[in-house]
């Protein structure tokens, strides 16, 4: 069974800037962290994704997804300075890094024998005044099982953030707010996630809009990598 303890470490590069060698560099770091099982690189496109409500604070070129085998494990990575810190030479580059400590709950498996032709990652920010606490349960109890009936959704999952750290952040940056979850969905195409997702506020969409403040939504193609345990 898979493991839902994922460490997501979010980058957004500065403005007319390429990944350098260091990404690569950082890349080796993410995946020499103890106890590391699986590493998913997530490219954001750059496609649109018109969504009903503000964009959040943080929109990543990069996401990248490390599973561990248990909580412990987990956060114990989010600790790891050496490791998670990036490079001077990748700092030069960098708006901002930042590391969530989750717990992935897959509402729709995506099938392992195939690969769907389009997945969407989503920050979500919820409205200021609901805790995290608050959010979440309406999240798995309300708004997760209405999404999960959606015929056209090939894999879906919500991932829960329950620590988090900053790592770098660039000067004149204003001060990060970090999402209280990530969506993670899987669709055929653009035109099954826009009829599926009304842009116009209403169905599923514009009832979550009452509850979700900002959302950052990417189209990404991803990378597995296996890893091997304690490498």
Known sequence: MKSPHELLVLVQFRSGTQPSSGWEEYLGNLKRLPGAVRLVENVATGEDVPMPMPLGPLVFDRLVQVVFPSR????AALQHDSLLTPAPSLETGLQYA??????????????AAITP???????????????????????????GPKV??????????????????CMYLAENSPDIRFPDGVTELYLQSIESMLATFQPQGTGITGQAAQMIHQLSPRIVREEVVQLPADA
């Open 72 to 75: 412990d494990a987990l956060l």
């Open 98 to 111: 930042i590391a969530l400590a989750t717990h992935r709950k897959d509402l729709i498996a995506k099938d």
């Open 117 to 143: 032709p389009l997945k969407r990652m989503s920050l979500q920010f919820p409205d200021p005044a609901k805790t995290r606490g608050e959010f979440q349960t309406w999240w798995t109890d309300v708004h």
């Open 148 to 165: 999960a009936k959606l015929d056209a959704l090939l894999g879906y999952s919500q991932i829960h953030v329950i620590a988090e750290r």
